[in-house]
């Protein structure tokens, strides 16, 4: 019993995960309310499943041979969303390449105008102080006094080295003719820089690549599993049953699917739009032995994903068991829906993972002693 129902879980733990790297890695637009699946900031990482190190195993019955059958439809399905990651890895590069060389060219533009306007304001600030000792210098025509022109001429010697007026004002100082003055027009402050200063450019995520495993890695993958989930006793959530999950949900317009295999017991329930894909499945031995509850929240919208995620994972949250408190589980969803968190309630765990955007998993279960 507990060898195929360790079988059953990994192959469902397995479809979900496929479920998730297909609604975070792939590419597309929805037509909904929502947009597209906006791209994680993240950097590009490879979904790999860890190579088994056990020996390889051939399949020794009809089981096995149907493990077999879903495994290849596994890897086909992976084989599919790597090519469709890597098709948008394209595209992705190709825009990146194109902002990039975008910048490259602004960035020479304001360069360019940077110098212009260093240049033309250090020949503006030698022409004004120029001007401005010509200024001076031509009011000494106003002025009667021998000594009083003297103290004038000095100080602009002082003051503008290096200019006309002081030149001239050296000169008579040493009794030369003086010369007619000829004051310019003032000199026009240099345009200003209109380029903005730039910023590092905003390259977009880069997709996921799933890695496709081996028929061989998936079979000694599930081997190890198997023989980890037989050594170890299933124990049931207390007093919940099929009906209080499933039907809660058919209520509100989801779709069941029942999977039942003698020992083995999976109710899905899947609502599904442009916009957004909730499920939500019991796992027992029977209808009133039941294992864990799953529920799984993928956005495909430009929005909030925790803010539009909560209210079903909460909802997931308040199912009723030996023990229960709904509104303080429903409470502790709707607070860390964001996060990876966990919380035991009643002997029962919860668990929060969101570890990929636009993703949020709950996983409800009988916690271990």
């Avoid at 903005?196 to 690549?209: D, M, Q, V």
């Avoid at 006793?233 to 207390?238: A, G, L, Q, R």
Wanted: with cysteine; net charge positive; glycine share 8%.
């Amino acid at each position: 019993m507990t060898f195929r129902i360790g079988r059953f879980v990994l192959a469902n733990v397995i479809l979900a995960w496929v479920g998730m790297v297909i609604a975070c890695g792939g590419g597309g637009k929805g037509k909904g309310n929502g947009g597209g699946i906006v791209n994680s900031n993240e950097p590009s990482k490879s979904v790999q499943i860890p190579k088994a190190t056990l020996p390889q195993v051939q399949p020794s019955s009809a089981n096995e041979d149907d493990d077999d059958q879903n495994d290849q439809k596994l890897i086909k399905t992976l084989a599919i969303a790597r090519d469709e990651a890597l098709a948008k890895l394209e595209k992705v590069k190709a825009r990146n390449q194109r902002l990039s060389l975008t910048f490259e060219q602004d960035l020479e533009k304001y360069k360019k105008e940077i110098a212009r306007f260093k240049a033309e304001s250090d020949v503006y600030r030698v022409v004004r102080i120029n001007y401005l000792s010509l200024i001076k210098l031509d009011s000494a025509k106003e002025i009667k006094s021998d000594f009083a022109k003297s103290f004038l001429y000095q100080k602009i010697v002082a003051e503008f080295p290096g200019t006309d007026g002081a030149a001239e004002s050296l000169s008579r100082l040493k009794g030369s003719v003086s010369k007619k003055i000829v004051v310019p027009p003032e000199p026009v402050e240099p345009r200003k820089s209109n380029v903005a200063a730039l910023g590092p450019p905003r390259y977009e995520s880069e997709p996921r690549i799933p890695e496709v495993p081996t028929l061989a890695e998936l079979r000694n993958r599930r081997l190890a599993s198997n023989t980890e989930i037989t050594s170890r006793t299933i124990e049931y959530i207390p007093g919940l049953v099929a009906v209080d999950v499933h039907g809660n949900f058919t209520n509100k317009g989801f779709t069941l699917t029942k999977i039942n295999e003698l020992d083995q017991h999976l109710w899905t329930c899947v609502k599904e739009d442009e916009v957004r894909r909730m499920s939500v499945d019991a796992l027992g031995a029977s209808t009133t032995k039941i294992a864990s509850v799953r529920g799984f929240y993928v956005d495909k919208s430009d929005g909030d994903a925790d803010q539009l995620a909560k209210d079903f994972l909460g909802y997931v949250a308040s199912i009723p068991y030996e023990g229960a408190e709904p509104n303080r589980a429903k409470e502790w969803v709707r607070t860390n829906v964001g996060s990876n968190s966990t919380v035991t309630i009643g002997g029962v765990s919860f668990e929060l993972v969101a570890r990929v955007p636009h993703v949020r998993v709950l996983i409800i279960q009988r916690k271990s002693n």
